[in-house]
């Protein structure tokens, strides 16, 4: 037995590296330029190789491969993928985890929940409390900040209720985490990807989109996707949550928070206020201007050093750092992330050519519909097909002119679909490939064995964003629009 699995292994190896290695020696096919029927090769093999050979040696032999693409280089892609806002914004998103755990406030906050009397009706009630927490936790913060305090409050539940890696509850839980977290995120039309895809559509001098209607109609579909969510969990898992009846046996008064808790409570509360606030008011003048001009990692890197310098009444350091940075990484979702923010650049790059293709066969899919709500229901599958291959803002600022421009002569409404799209380009969590958030879940190895055990799961959400934002935007997209 052993004997076989060395054998497959080695055959799927061998299988990502073809991937990989072929386009460099073959013709290129008719259609494709040269570089773009590379890269292509490049993404399949790491999408192979991140579902059956593993995350690390994928994603860095996929970095040096895109680094032999003409338009590219070995080291600028590292340079990208490394040294890239987002992947620093995520590094020192998981160290201040680290220190949020340090001094237990995730396991607080998982007692805080198990003592409320709504989350003792029963486990999926308990369950829809803890995703509602990663919503307005990324509703108020962002996508990554909800994931990553949220799995760690799970974590803190499971370890108290007796779960282990590989039981159904927590992987379920993880991918619904994500899921809600990215529903959140997109209930405002203040974040970059919104205000990216809103402008786009004021440029066309079409009537102008209510930022109310816009919160109502997304925040009903984020709400939606979650409960089908877990309802199609709770029918095709079958997940055992008995052990999760018994969890408020295991709640306990923790007692007020200690000097260094209410230190740490007060440099979250900062942290949190540095990231958001200069992106809810750009071009805001005086400290808010300041910190535009910063940015969000520069904001960042300040309140962790500030914590890491702090020290108590006694001279004792407030926080470890050094600590805070082993424990809190999880190195094979930042490897990952490394990797997907080079790829699904160069998917989208202008000089490797694969645009012009994109987006002639989507003009022709569109074109040939005839009915106006059949043409919205395939715009936004197709959303949100494309998001989990390229990048969330690349997949909207490609499909959104498209869009407009083919809507009036199929008699769709622009303007909603304009707000099903920012919504539906964050449903990015199916494939690896779909951006830093994908990224993170398929890097995560608390509760999974591979991104092959994450599928099914990520498959159900997905799944459930797409039945609710239709019923959503059908029902209701016209009397908001």
């Not at 806002?85 to 160290?95: A, G, P, Q």
């Amino acid at each position: 037995m052993a004997e076989g699995k060395r054998v497959s292994r080695i055959a799927c190896v061998a299988v990502m590296v073809a991937l990989m290695a072929l386009p460099f020696g073959l013709p290129c096919p008719e259609g494709l330029t040269q570089s773009g029927f590379k890269v292509l090769g490049i993404f399949l093999g790491c999408v192979f190789g991140w579902s059956t050979v593993g995350v690390m040696g994928t994603s860095l032999l996929g970095m040096v491969f895109l680094g032999f693409v003409p338009e590219f280089s070995v080291q600028g892609v590292f340079k990208e993928g490394f040294g890239g806002t987002t992947f620093m914004l995520v590094f020192f998103m998981v160290t201040f985890a680290g220190v949020l755990d340090q001094v237990g406030l995730g396991e607080r906050v998982a007692q805080w929940i198990l003592r409320r009397k709504f989350t003792r009706r029963g486990p999926w009630i308990l369950s829809l409390s803890l995703l509602l927490t990663a919503y307005v936790t990324s509703f108020v913060t962002s996508v990554m900040p909800g994931i990553i305090i949220s799995w760690g409050i799970l974590s803190s539940i499971c370890h108290a209720c007796g779960y282990k890696r590989g039981d159904s509850w927590p992987k379920l839980m993880t991918v619904g985490i994500v899921l809600a977290c990215c529903m959140g995120h997109s209930a405002w039309p203040i974040e970059v990807l919104s205000f990216t895809l809103l402008g786009i559509y004021d440029a066309q001098g079409l009537p102008p989109i209510n930022y109310l209607s816009f919160t109502v109609l997304n925040t009903c579909i984020g709400l939606g996707a979650m409960g089908l969510y877990l309802t199609a969990c709770q029918l095709l898992f079958k997940p055992d949550v008995d052990r999760l009846s018994r969890a408020h046996d295991f709640a306990r008064d923790m007692g007020p928070l200690t000097r260094a808790q209410k230190a740490v409570v007060a440099f979250t509360v900062v942290f949190f206020a540095v990231l958001f606030l200069p992106g809810a008011f750009p071009g805001a003048g005086g400290l808010l201007g300041l910190l535009e001009s910063v940015g969000t990692v520069g904001c960042a890197v300040v309140v962790l050093a500030a914590a890491g310098m702090a020290r108590m009444a006694d001279g004792k350091p407030l926080v470890n750092l050094p600590a805070a940075i082993r424990d809190g990484a999880p190195w094979e979702s930042m490897i990952l992330i490394a990797c997907a923010i080079p790829l699904s650049s160069a998917l989208t790059n202008a000089d490797v050519g694969l645009s012009p293709l994109f987006s002639h066969g989507f003009s022709v899919l569109f074109g040939s519909v005839g009915s106006a709500a059949l043409f919205s229901v395939l715009f936004v599958v197709v959303v949100v097909l494309l998001t989990n291959v390229m990048g969330n803002v690349t997949v909207g600022v490609v499909l959104l002119p498209i869009m407009i421009a083919a809507a009036p002569s199929m008699g769709a409404n622009a303007a909603l679909l304009t707000v099903v799209t920012c919504i539906a380009c964050n449903a990015a969590f199916l494939l690896p490939s779909g951006g830093p958030t994908a990224a993170v879940l398929h890097g995560n190895r608390d509760w999974f064995a591979g991104s092959s055990q994450i599928y099914p799961f990520a498959a159900a959400g997905a799944l459930s964003f797409v039945l609710s934002a239709l019923a959503f935007m059908l029902v209701l997209g016209p009397l908001l629009f």
